[in-house]
């Protein structure tokens, strides 16, 4: 079945970096575009970047644009998000999962890693 975990998140001050992870089984992982996406409390979730199969398209919401990065692994399954200049209303529960390009997010969604930043 279909399997996501993510991984990486933690707690930064204002400014700082982290990197996510997600490993991906149970789909045919290099055929479907993928996404990050990110759940505040009290809000929607939402998705933040997308990359399409091959690494070569990538789109972001225009409030991670110039700071966030998406990128993928065909051979290792996996989606990494490196997110730089991190702000407090990036605080959130993120969470990979296919979508991008007309596609939807699979029924089945990991644990998320919460990323807090504060000071």
């Known amino acids: 079945q279909v399997q996501l975990v993510e991984s990486g998140g933690g707690l930064v001050q204002p400014g700082g970096s982290l990197r996510l992870s997600c490993a991906a089984s149970g789909f045919p992982f290099s055929v479907y575009p993928m996404s990050w996406y990110r759940q505040a409390p009290g809000k929607e979730r939402e998705l933040v970047a997308s990359?399409?199969?091959?690494?070569?398209?990538?789109s972001y919401i225009e409030s991670a644009k110039g700071r966030f990065t998406i990128s993928r692994d065909n051979a290792k399954k996996k989606v990494y998000l490196q997110m730089t200049s991190l702000k407090p209303e990036d605080t959130a529960v993120y969470s990979c999962n296919s979508g991008g390009w007309g596609f939807g997010p699979l029924p089945s969604w990991g644990q998320g890693t919460q990323v807090t930043v504060s000071s």
């Open positions: 990359v399409a199969l091959g690494s070569y398209n990538t």
